[in-house]
């Protein structure tokens, strides 16, 4: 996964070289990446590891 995450990070970055518009956009997405990965360890991970945890439990009767 880290290889994929690498290599499509190195493509956007080709992409942003060559195209004005797109390095426009790109670097807006960036910053709303960033952002939105504070607010997922917040709001959703604590969620996320309450249901898979509770999930992978028994069902008490």
């Not at 942003?16 to 939105?36: L, M, N, T, V």
């Amino acid at each position: 996964m880290e290889a994929g995450q690498k290599a499509a990070f190195e493509l956007y970055d080709e992409a942003a070289a060559k195209s004005p518009h797109f390095a426009r956009i790109y670097e807006g997405w960036k910053k709303f990446r960033a952002d939105q990965f504070l607010w997922f360890r917040v709001a959703e991970s604590s969620y996320d590891n309450f249901v898979f945890t509770s999930a992978a439990q028994p069902k008490k009767k």
